[in-house]
Structure formats: structure tokens, C-alpha cells
């Protein structure tokens, strides 16, 4: 059974108000036993004045000791050192952690809407999410393949900026590949299939390990295969990627918290926002200044504020 234990990773100085909504949420609806914040140096900034006089909500600082007995030859360690992406850390990080002691590891740009205790039960969790270029397709040398791949990506373009695009695109979802993501990963600690992911990267060539997604949904998708199984269920993207990348947008937009019961699915626990967007079609800081500028978007409603 998996610990009801939640943490996430931050590294970095400035813990953004968009992170702490997600520790906020996690604590509120799921009420763990704890809530643990991972980071390299001491937190500051809008999010972290959020939470940080919250009881059941714990800071730990990073060490090396993080990647001790973990049966890989110490090459998560040094790996860690090595590579200069956050990303690829917080990814050798999570996996660290929910092998040496469990739980229910999530990004920052997640929201919980209902509780997991009956996602508990199984020895490890994850889900996927609706893509447009699967990672299978690299392998592929049919042309016609590559045509659908563009067909795929120029449909989800149009739903993205269409007024209720993400409802004319779930209609479409079957035509895209789903495939598991690592910003919802939980397990039991020692779990088999964590413990293979610490083999596979070693087997990797070094150049392999240094490249983007190698170390996180990739590595996740090799060791699952996209499919469920004794010590990991893979659940489909309704669970915590309600709408996936880009389609994603519709809950920024004012006016979209009309739809948001139509957005998320009966299944839907987490939601994970990408926080991409705030990035690419976000014109102003997502924080709460953000949110009382826009009272009618699904995410204003979906914060715990």
C-alpha cells in the first residue's frame, strides 16, 4: 500500500504563488499524514509566504544522502551532479525518494479536486496524458506516420485557440497516443519498477542521459511500456491530465469556469495545468493578482483560495 504521504521538489530560491497552490490543494483535499517541500536552498517568494506557517507541511533541504542504498551504483548521485537541468535533478530526485521511502510525489503545477485514498491500494501510480508526437514515432520510417503526426499536431492547434476547443477535441482524443507522464508518480517504497528505472539508466549511453525527457516521461514510458501492471498502474488521462499539453490553455481563459465541470471527468483527482502555459500564453505572472483579474477562468475556481 502506498504511504499517504505527498511531497514535491523545488530547486531553486524563489518558490513561485502557482507552487504553493499546489502544496496548498494537496493538503486540503487529501489531508496526508504529510506534506513534504524538497529543496537545494532555503525557499522565499510569494508561494512559500503562502504556506509556510501551514501545519502539516514540512521543508527539507537536499543533500547526497538522498541517493545512499539505493542499489544503483551510485549513479543517480553522480548524474545529479553532472547535469545542469532542473528538471533532469527533480527527476533522479523523485525517483530517489519514492524508492528509499514512498508516497505520492507531484509537480508544482498540479491542483488536487478530489482525493486518491482509493488509488492508495496499488503498489505504484502514474498516468498518461493525450500527445501528438509519441516517442515511438522517432523509431518509425513510414512517411504516412510522420503526415498523421503533423495532422495531429495542426488539429490540436485549432482546438487550443478555438472558443470550447478542448470539447471538440476530446471528441479526437482516440486519434492520439497516450502515453505516461512523471508529474503524478506514486509507489510503495522499494518498489520493482522504480528499481528498473535505476537499471535502465544505467545501461544508457552518457550523451543518452543528458537529453531532454530521457530521465522523466521517457524513462517512465520504457519501464511501464504505457501499460499497467502488478507494481505500477498506468491510469488513462482522465485521472490527472484531464485536458493534456496546450489544450491545456482553455483553463486560463475568462469565462472558462463555466465549463470546468464539463472540463474535468468523473475520474479526474489532480489536475496538471502545464505550467508551459503560463509561459507561452500567459501575458501577466500567474499568481494571485492573476486570479482576481480573472474570476470566471477554470483555474481561479480550481485554486483552494
Not at 514540512?58 to 545542469?84: H, R
Not at 514512498?102 to 491542483?111: E, F
Request: proline share 5%; net charge positive; aromatic share 12%.
Amino acid at each position: 500500500m502506498i504511504p499517504n504521504r505527498i511531497f514535491f521538489i523545488w530547486l531553486g530560491k524563489n518558490f513561485p504563488w502557482s507552487a504553493g497552490i499546489a502544496v496548498l490543494s494537496a493538503l486540503r483535499v487529501q489531508k496526508p499524514e504529510e506534506v513534504a517541500v524538497y529543496s537545494d536552498v532555503e525557499l522565499q517568494g510569494e508561494g512559500f509566504d503562502l504556506i509556510k506557517n501551514e501545519k502539516g507541511i514540512t521543508f527539507k533541504i537536499i543533500d547526497n544522502s538522498v541517493f545512499k542504498d539505493l542499489g544503483d551504483d551510485g549513479i543517480c548521485e553522480e548524474l545529479c551532479n553532472k547535469v545542469k537541468s532542473p528538471a533532469s535533478k527533480a527527476n533522479l530526485l523523485r525517483l530517489a525518494l519514492l524508492y528509499k521511502h514512498g508516497g505520492i510525489y507531484l509537480d508544482t503545477d498540479t491542483v488536487f479536486v478530489k482525493p486518491i485514498d482509493d488509488l492508495l491500494k496499488f503498489k505504484g501510480f502514474c498516468g498518461t496524458e493525450t500527445v501528438a508526437l509519441p516517442r515511438e514515432l522517432f523509431k518509425s520510417i513510414n512517411p504516412f506516420a510522420y503526415l498523421i503526426c503533423g495532422l495531429r499536431f495542426a488539429w490540436r492547434f485549432f482546438c487550443t485557440y478555438c472558443p470550447s476547443g478542448e470539447q471538440i477535441f476530446r471528441k479526437t482524443e482516440k486519434f492520439f497516443s497516450q502515453s505516461a507522464n512523471n508529474a503524478v508518480l506514486a509507489s510503495e517504497a522499494k518498489n520493482p519498477i522504480i528499481a528498473n528505472a535505476f537499471k535502465e539508466i544505467n545501461l544508457m549511453k552518457e550523451s543518452t542521459r543528458l537529453r531532454r525527457y530521457r530521465l522523466g516521461t521517457h524513462l517512465l514510458q520504457s519501464i511501464t511500456r504505457n501499460k499497467s501492471s502488478e507494481f505500477m498502474e498506468v491510469l488513462p488521462n482522465c485521472y490527472f491530465y484531464p485536458l493534456g499539453p496546450e489544450i491545456c490553455r482553455h483553463y486560463f481563459l475568462d469565462g472558462s469556469g463555466k465549463r470546468l465541470s464539463k472540463m474535468l471527468l468523473p475520474e479526474t483527482r489532480i489536475v496538471h495545468w502545464y505550467n508551459s502555459v503560463e509561459r507561452r500564453f500567459l501575458s501577466e505572472p500567474l499568481n494571485a493578482a492573476w486570479t482576481l483579474k480573472h474570476p470566471s477562468s477554470a483555474f481561479t475556481i480550481l485554486s483552494p483560495l
